[in-house]
């Protein structure tokens, strides 16, 4: 599909959207059916080893932005501000549900980066679903999930 884009062909617009894959697939129906029907085929004595992987495949794409994130910048996250920008698992929705962002901040976090956050249309949801600074904005977050290194941007322009 690429090489057709590169090419100048074009492919049928039903299939454009899936052309730039993101950080994983999300939300509330695709990963809990994967999920189910693996559970169904163990039940039967019958694995499917192609969405087994599919789910496993998913979940390592999500943690491995963050290791892509570190390498290009030499491996120092701890005190760099990285952006992130679309939250939600597709674009014009408020839907946090298993958003491939979650993982992915929740991991830059982790390795000591100051995380700035912006979506069009998701910052309500996401001040209920991301850690969160302590402080003013911490009414936002459940309190287990605090932390010191999100901030939430107003705009796109502001998240840099």
């Known amino acids: 599909m690429t090489e057709a ?8 617009a039903s299939l454009r959207a899936f052309l730039h894959a993101g950080p994983g697939f999300g939300g509330s129906c695709f990963p809990k059916d994967a999920l189910a029907l693996i559970k169904t085929a163990q039940d039967y004595a019958s694995p499917l080893r192609i969405v087994e992987t599919v789910v496993a495949v998913n979940d390592a794409r999500k943690r491995a932005m963050a290791r892509k994130e570190a390498a290009a910048l030499d491996g120092r996250l701890r005190d760099r501000t ?3 920008l679309g939250l939600t698992f597709k674009p014009n ?5 298993e958003a491939p962002s979650i993982p992915l901040i ?4 982790d390795r000591g980066a100051n995380v700035r956050v912006y979506d069009p249309v998701g910052m309500e949801q996401a001040k209920r679903s ?3 600074p302590a ?7 459940h309190p287990r999930r605090l932390t010191r290194n999100t901030g939430f941007s107003r ?6």
């Open 106 to 109: 929740t991991a830059l976090i």
């Open 135 to 141: 402080g003013p904005a911490a009414s936002f977050a």
């Open 130 to 132: 991301l850690p969160v």
């Open 82 to 84: 990285i952006a992130v």
């Open 155 to 160: 705009s796109k322009a502001n998240a840099f």
């Open 93 to 97: 929705t408020d839907d946090m549900r």
């Open 5 to 12: 884009l590169r090419s100048g062909r074009n492919p049928p």
